[in-house]
């Protein structure tokens, strides 16, 4: 799958935009404040239904414009495709996939898989283990797109077991009730937990690699961290009723994958507690990487990665080893920076270079970006 093109209508800065990508490596420059971070979220919220900036999506309606709309063009080997998303403040998306109204464009198969590097996604790596569960699980439906209603139908039997527990505290049920969805949590949750686990496999390999390559010497490790070591449904069955009088106690479930973490260690040591801010950006870098060559394997294409402000904090020699995996890899890679000197070859032909002024896209030439690094 490529992207071929991007139509911004009153998203955010951009009054509005018509973007060409390369089918490789596109470096947007321009100065703080000039709109590259919203170039990068249109194509997100363009490729998603939703941004990867904010919970509230008013703030992507351009300032005094009612209406957004964002149109995404495609092409894979089945022909070329369009995805388009109109949003007006209080009321449902109107989300098209090939002119056919859709519920949510995640489930479209005819749209690009994408990938975002944004600094506060730096939570990825030091923040709570709900950030990284919520993300593993993105990483499964990236990997199989079939294997999400698993996560679903664990969600519902959890919520159900809680509000049983509830009942009980308060008195309107009996102990026995809850064996029932004991077995459904520990169905679904075995299921889960296998999912999550064959995921990390898929990774640890890369992770360790990508992350030597891009300067985390002395052995980066990702692992799966279950909080259960539950391989069959029946002992996680059995774990949850062991646990019960300190559910009942607590008001709520403790035990099972949705307490699940997934670490990084640098050195032995876990990342999130005694990595740099460096480190932590490079372990974030990695495991990006590691699950686009992951889903790379087995998806018709890679997801396009967008990087935004990548280059501001690594040195010369990281800079060149990202480029040069960004180059390597298969897919489409889009990175922002204030000056294109940050970006090795990001003069070369083969490099797509968008400038970026007051929300207003620039048109360059090969003479203009060469210009630009002397």
Known sequence: MRVLALQLRDF??????????????????????????????????????????????????????????????????????????????????????????????????????????????????????????????????????????????YGQALAQRNALITRVRSGRGGRDSLASWDAQLALHGVALMDDRRHAVELITEPFERLGEELGLAGGPKVSYRPRSRATEPEQLATELAERLDLDLERGFTGHGPHRDDLATEHAGHDLRAYGSQGQQRLALLALLLAEREAIADHRPSAPMMLLDDVMSELDRDRRQALVDLLRASPGQSVITTTDLEHVPGGTDPDVTHLAVADGQLLTMTTDDRQAMTR
């Open 12 to 153: 955010r800065g951009y009054p509005h935009a018509d973007v060409e990508l390369g089918g490789g490596l596109t470096v947007v420059t321009g100065p703080n404040g000039a709109g590259k971070t919203n170039l990068l979220e249109g194509l997100y919220f363009a490729c998603t239904g939703r941004s990867c900036r904010t919970n509230n999506e008013r703030e992507v309606i351009r300032f005094g414009a009612g209406t957004t709309r964002t149109v995404l063009s495609c092409r894979d080997e089945d022909g070329q495709h369009e995805l388009s998303v109109g949003f007006t403040a209080g009321q449902p998306k109107a989300m098209r996939a090939d002119g056919a109204s859709v519920e949510r464009l995640v489930d479209v198969s005819t749209r690009p898989l994408i990938s975002v590097f944004l600094p506060d996604r730096l939570e990825l790596i030091k923040g709570a283990p709900a950030v990284r569960r919520a993300h593993l699980d993105q990483f499964v439906a990236a990997l199989w797109p079939t294997r999400t209603t698993t996560r679903r139908l």
